[in-house]
């Protein structure tokens, strides 16, 4: 049994909550003699201290607030610091997401983190390297200009004096002030100090393996799941069927016959069980008798209300993301128009860990292990649910499974401390598979409309796009369920399901893209919990966008990869992603629909390109569909990526692979089903996801660019694969999907009547 | 309660449980292993997969008490961190994973596959590892590192 305390603990002179595992390698035995500021202090983010630890053997410590969501952000970090540093990779030891220790550089989302963090830990690295070769320029008696680094050892060029980091440094601090400003995303650190220039990059750039993987094959990695706190109860909540019922009265009777419960804690409308097990707990939750109330506020009673809903009711936030020309009147005066409507359902993260968190509220402090993508925002909201100062609350990121947005993982954080609190012991909080298919919030449904305008010679003059979506409830700093449900009140009306994808990869004369959150307007909470899935909104806008162009070119009849070039031409990065996904899925110019084959079986082939923030996107999709059940199975998908300077290439193909598997799975089956009195998905039998069975082969051309800064890689290629399937599917079969999941039934009714007849 | 008796990865347990408790949350809670994950609790998912007897089951399933003669094999009885088995030394190998969560039933399925057809086509891995299910979309990343680890040639 091993206890591991922080080193600000150790600082502080507080008690640690005490884990009986060893979190990560012993190096605190280097690491404790380093003094990371004044007693009592947070890290400041110009301290270079906060930033980088050099222990006595040559081992860094980097400190960061960003967390690995499974995408391997830990390693590609580690890369950019040990090339900065130039340190062997292997010195590199990253402690992520302990509010105690690490800057807030903002939440881990977006795919933002190699974008932002990575500029902030290698002006970071850079600048301490910078002051390790001032250290050895007084120690070995040389002019800097004549130091130079390999694997963590200067020397002097031509008299083969050499002192290592270690040496240098080591257990001690640099109390070196470095330039910032800003804050989180926008934070910059030591902006104007020197750094290497890619070419000649050793480290950034290779397929480095990754660091978590032989401890996860090996049972031996830590997760929230796992963590496991001296004294712990076991915590599970009881919830409604919808949002906003309140229990009316709970029967603490009809579990009495459980052995090991501690207590039904009932605070609010916030109901939950502790026992000494989990299987008691689990157990006292399920037989829990509690009459909940009927709320005022009802899910619409089917998906097409809700798309009814958002087409009728007037938004209370819209942004212009293109205003180009007179998009109006090119309309009024085009030779021809097209209209077309498109769908988009509610859908799941699907996380495949239920949430789960560790809490020990001790009086006026707590200690809170969550898989939370923003430890700090975390921190704010449990400070803020228990009334006390934000320092008095020490939040630590635990990996959980990949979450792909926000979601239950922040939940069950203060679950677990509105559990502890009422037992006042470490409360371990699982949620069961419906608890997370319930209450996960979900990607929001959005209703998409397209209007375009071509002129007497068939060129497109005018674009409008129209994107109407719920926004997101459960985002930013929003009390989440626990909180609201013991009284802490939400702000707002939500944020916008992000703007990307409505055709802004192409210029047209007269264009207007417009993103826009319709609200809910009832007295109570919108019953269904929202929040960022994924590439937030883009799978539905590049859905429209891109099925839309498809149609235009279809109308044209020109091959739709030269259609989409031609307007493109402005566009190099997005001209050059369709050309190399074009010569990667060998692909032969020509109109859509093919030509009939005769069978049951129809192949097609299908393109889309966009842009999320600033990474490129292409991909061609090559479908079957049997015209005699409208099955559809993706075969292959291509994809041509370009996401700037690559840190991690083997990384990147990783995060490209699963992006078109999650969004076939996105485009093929899923939808959450709902009526008035509540999710009917919630287990994976009633909400199936894509399986072995179905998975389509995948190829991928990186596009690198050395001169570029490295851009994300996280979600921007789930972008296009909806849209690039819906195109192979009418290209098969002459039938435009309008709506998505593009289950058989759809695809079967839009063979007979040519579209899915979704015009709103 | 009762005292109830497991072998779990060659080794001689004892513990104090009501018989009815899944053998998963006596596997984590008691025995303190993290191979075998909480994913769904109703045998759809495979992240609580352990090898019993030879076959791969729903330790969420299976009560302790009808584990209690059988010879169980968890994540950590197949290899560790300075030895893995060759499973999971292929798994590296290919990077086979993001989050991870469920490769505990992938690799175990693949075992219980492995241990009984040594080398498996594409459709039989397919087949196999079709009820464990993968979020994060590491599948054709598994299916390579099946064939490393059968020694049939992996094309990237």
């Not at chain 1, 001296?230 to 009316?248: E, I, Q, Y």
């Not at chain 1, 495949?352 to 009086?363: F, I, L, R, T, Y």
């Not at chain 2, 505990?104 to 492995?114: C, D, F, P, Q």
Request: glycine fraction near 8%.
């Amino acid at each position: 049994m091993n206890s591991k305390i922080s080193r600000r603990q150790v600082l502080k002179g507080t008690g640690a909550l005490v884990v009986y595992f060893n979190i990560f390698d012993p190096v605190s035995q280097v690491m404790a003699q380093v003094a990371p500021g004044a007693p009592g202090e947070e890290p400041q983010a110009a301290a270079l201290d906060s930033w980088i630890a050099i222990g006595r053997d040559g081992k860094v410590t980097v400190f960061t607030s960003k967390v690995d969501l499974g995408t391997g952000i830990e390693t590609a970090l580690s890369q950019i610091v040990a090339e900065e540093l130039d340190v062997p990779f292997k010195a590199i030891h990253m402690e992520v997401g302990d509010t105690t220790k690490t800057v807030d550089q903002g939440i881990t989302a977006g795919s933002r983190t190699i974008e932002r963090a990575g500029p902030q830990l290698r002006q970071a690295s850079a600048a301490a390297r910078q002051q390790l070769l001032k250290m050895a320029s007084t120690k070995l008696g040389a002019p800097v200009e004549q130091l130079t680094v390999t694997n963590g050892v200067v020397s002097v060029t031509g008299n083969g004096k050499k002192i290592s980091y270690g040496s240098l440094v080591g257990g001690q601090q640099f109390h070196v002030q470095i330039p910032a400003t800003g804050e989180g995303w926008d934070l910059k650190v030591a902006p104007d100090v020197h750094v290497k220039s890619p070419n000649d990059y050793k480290i950034v750039g290779t397929p480095v393996p990754r660091v978590d993987l032989p401890t996860k094959f090996t049972a031996s990695f830590v997760y929230t799941q796992d963590v496991r706190v001296l004294g712990m109860l076991h915590g599970r909540v009881v919830r409604p069927a919808t949002v906003n019922s309140k229990p009316a009265s709970v029967d603490e009777e009809s579990v009495k016959d459980i052995p090991g419960i501690v207590k039904i804690v009932r605070e609010g409308s916030f109901v939950g069980v502790v026992a000494q097990t989990e299987w008691a707990a689990i157990q006292a939750a399920k037989a829990l008798k509690v009459t909940w109330t009927t709320p005022e506020a009802k899910l619409p009673a089917n998906a097409d209300a809700v798309y009814d809903y958002l087409l009728k009711t007037k938004p209370f936030a819209q942004r212009p993301v293109v205003n180009r020309g007179n998009t109006d009147a090119a309309i009024s005066g085009g030779a021809k128009t097209y209209e077309a409507t498109f769908r988009w359902p509610f859908q799941m993260h699907g996380m495949m860990a239920p949430s789960c968190a560790v809490a020990d509220v001790q009086g006026k402090k707590a200690t809170v292990y969550a898989p939370s993508q923003g430890p700090f925002e975390t921190r704010k909201r449990v400070a803020t649910l228990l009334g006390v100062p934000e320092e008095n609350v020490q939040v630590i990121y635990r990996e959980a499974s990949g979450c792909y947005g926000r979601l239950g993982t922040d939940d069950a954080a203060e679950d677990a401390v509105v559990m502890s609190r009422a037992v006042g012991k470490p409360v371990r909080v699982q949620w069961m598979r419906e608890d997370e298919h319930g209450w996960e919030p979900k990607g929001p449904s959005q209703l998409l409309t397209v209007r375009a305008a071509v002129d007497a010679s068939g060129k497109v003059v005018a674009w409008d796009f129209l994107d109407r979506s719920f926004p997101w409830t459960e985002s930013g700093g929003q009390p989440l369920i626990a909180s609201r449900q013991v009284g802490v009140k939400g702000e707002g009306q939500g944020a916008l399901n992000g703007t990307g994808g409505g055709g802004d990869t192409y210029t047209f004369d007269n264009q207007r893209i417009v993103a826009a959150a319709i609200p809910w307007v009832q007295a109570e909470a919108f019953p269904l919990r929202t929040s960022p899935l994924r590439a937030p909104g883009d799978l539905a806008r590049v859905f429209a966008s891109e099925s839309f162009m498809d149609e235009l070119a279809a109308a044209a009849n020109a091959d739709p990869l030269q259609f989409r070039l031609r307007y493109a031409a402005s566009n190099q990065r997005a001209t050059d992603c369709l050309n190399e996904v074009g010569k990667l899925a060998n692909w032969q110019a020509r109109p859509a629909p093919a030509s009939a084959a005769s069978g049951n079986i129809a192949k097609g082939r299908g393109i889309a390109v966009c842009a999320r923030s600033t990474t490129v996107v292409a991909a061609v999709a090559e479908v079957e569909v049997d015209r005699s059940n409208g099955e559809v199975t993706v075969k292959k998908v291509s994809v041509a990526h370009d996401c700037g300077l690559i840190i991690n290439p083997d990384g990147l193909k990783n995060q490209i692979e699963g992006n078109v598997i999650q969004g076939t799975s996105r485009a093929l089956m899923e939808e959450v089903k709902f009526d008035g009195s509540g999710i009917k998905n919630l287990d994976w039998a009633s909400y199936p996801i894509l399986r072995y069975e179905k998975i389509p082969n995948v190829e991928i051309h990186l596009i690198d660019r050395k001169e570029m800064p490295a851009l994300g890689g996280g979600e921007p290629s789930i972008g296009p694969i909806p849209a690039a399937i819906a195109n192979a599917i009418f290209d098969a079969t002459g039938a435009r999907l309008r709506e998505a999941p593009f289950t058989p039934e759809r695809v079967l009714a839009a063979m007979r009547t040519g579209t899915t007849s979704t015009r709103a | 309660m009762a005292r109830i008796s497991l072998r779990v990865n060659n080794q001689s347990k004892v513990v104090e449980a009501d018989p009815r408790t899944p053998l998963l949350y006596v596997l984590r809670d008691d025995l303190e292993l993290h191979g075998p994950r909480f994913g769904c609790g109703l045998g759809q998912c495979g992240a609580c997969t352990v090898i019993m007897d030879g076959k791969a089951v729903r330790s969420c399933s299976v009560a302790v008490s009808a584990a209690q003669n059988a010879k169980i094999t968890t994540l950590e009885g197949l290899g560790t961190l300075e030895h893995p088995h060759p499973l999971q030394a292929a798994f590296i190998e290919e990077q086979a994973a993001q989050c991870a969560y469920c490769m505990n039933g992938m690799i175990l399925t693949a075992k219980v596959l492995l241990d009984k057809n040594a080398h498996p086509s594409d459709d039989e891995i397919k087949q196999a590892l079709n009820p464990i299910l993968c979020r994060c979309g590491s599948h054709l990343r598994v299916i390579r590192a099946v064939k490393r680890a059968a020694g049939e040639p992996v094309s990237a």
